[in-house]
């Protein structure tokens, strides 16, 4: 059974730091894409970053490129989101997900496996 479980969301001041962690089970990820997608209230899950542990490759969303930083270790199936300058509209309900070959990778739809999330609040 794959399970995807997701830390590290909690309360921060805007312009702090946040990271979170997504440990996966359940089978081998090695060949994955790993992603971080976020949700707030009202609105669609959108794509906030993803790594493909199969080559490296990192994508981000324009609205997090060069503050947020994905990262994994695939030898633990752990994969990371360090978030700096973190803005009041960061704030949401940050969700893991994972499939083995998403046809696009910045789509929710595309992915097999979604953690429960983690909430990042960020205070004015």
């Known amino acids: 059974q794959v399970q995807l479980v997701e830390s590290g969301g909690e309360l921060v001041q805007a312009g702090g730091s946040l990271k979170l962690s997504c440990e996966a089970s359940?089978?081998?990820?090695?060949?994955?894409?790993m992603a971080w997608f976020r949700r707030v209230p009202g609105k669609e899950r959108e794509f906030v970053a993803a790594i493909n542990w199969s080559d490296g490759t990192t994508y981000y969303s324009d609205f997090v490129e060069g503050r947020f930083t994905i990262s994994g270790d695939n030898t633990q199936d752990t994969v990371f989101l360090q978030m700096n300058s973190l803005e009041p509209e960061d704030m949401a309900v940050y969700y893991c997900a994972a499939d083995e070959d998403p046809l696009w990778y910045s789509d929710y739809a595309n992915y097999k496996y979604w953690g429960q999330g983690t909430q990042v609040t960020v205070s004015s």
């Open positions: 359940g089978r081998a990820f090695s060949n994955y894409v």
